[in-house]
């Protein structure tokens, strides 16, 4: 079975600095990868994904996640975070062997000091 | 375009009653997943529809059951209401289905008292 590890529930950042949001995944094949982000009483907006090719994918608002095969990651990275940034954070795979449904891992809350 | 609508946004229900969803997908998207949301056990894959059939059922008891139209609306319903089943239900929509990208709704927050 597949299965998302997300292991920081929380993060705070000041703004302006740097974020990344750790993702490990469990699954015998490569899998389809994604991050999500949801604000507050809204649903889950898609940042970026990743399928095959170029390992390090650029996503909207500035995000971006590195696809690591070895260490079966898929780490989120913005340079420079503002204080709209601050939400929680998931990360998803995917595979249609495993019958087309998403498995999330348990989310990351950012927070962003001013 | 419009987005994926959930109606209603916000439910108060009883245990032992039963509930009905709503979810509109994005114009042209024929695939309908429903997700639950809930602290303890985060998101959750309930089933996903394809031109009015079942394609993909998570791990769920038979008192979550959907539907879809022949519109690609949506609908779930939730017999014999629990406290468990206070969560946020989402619905996402899709093309054809995975891989394809879903795009998810608001949700619906049912509480069960």
């Known amino acids: 079975a597949q299965s998302v590890t997300q292991p920081d529930i929380h993060i705070t950042v000041s703004e302006g600095a740097s974020l990344e949001l750790r993702c490990n995944y469990s699954?015998?094949?490569?899998?389809?990868l994604f991050w999500y982000v949801q604000s507050p009483g809204q649903g889950l907006q898609l940042l970026l994904k990743?399928?095959?090719?170029?390992?390090l994918v650029q996503g909207i608002k500035g995000f971006e996640a590195e696809f690591k095969r070895s260490q079966s990651s898929f780490n989120l990275r913005k340079p420079s975070v503002h204080w709209s940034d601050a939400a929680e954070y998931f990360c998803a795979v995917g595979a249609q062997a495993a019958g087309n449904k998403l498995t999330f891992g348990g989310g990351t809350r950012v927070l962003v000091k001013p | 375009k419009a987005g994926v609508t959930q109606t209603p946004r916000y439910l108060i229900k009883t245990r032992g009653q039963q509930v009905t969803l709503s979810c509109s997908p994005i114009?042209?998207?024929?695939?309908v997943s429903w997700y639950q949301q809930t602290p303890g056990q985060g998101l959750q894959f309930l089933f996903e529809?394809?031109?009015?059939?079942?394609?993909n059922k998570g791990n769920f008891p038979g008192r979550f059951s959907g539907r879809q139209f022949s519109n690609s609306r949506s609908e779930m319903n939730v017999s014999t209401l629990e406290l468990g089943d206070s969560a946020l239900y989402l619905c996402?929509?899709?093309?054809?289905?995975?891989?394809?990208?879903?795009?998810f709704g608001p949700g619906t927050r049912l509480t069960v008292l």
């Open positions: 699954y015998g094949a490569t899998p389809y």
């Open positions: 990743y399928f095959s090719g170029d390992t």
């Open positions: 996402a929509s899709s093309w054809s289905g995975f891989p394809d990208t879903q795009y």
């Open positions: 114009s042209g998207h024929r695939s």
């Open positions: 529809y394809f031109s009015e059939t079942q394609r």
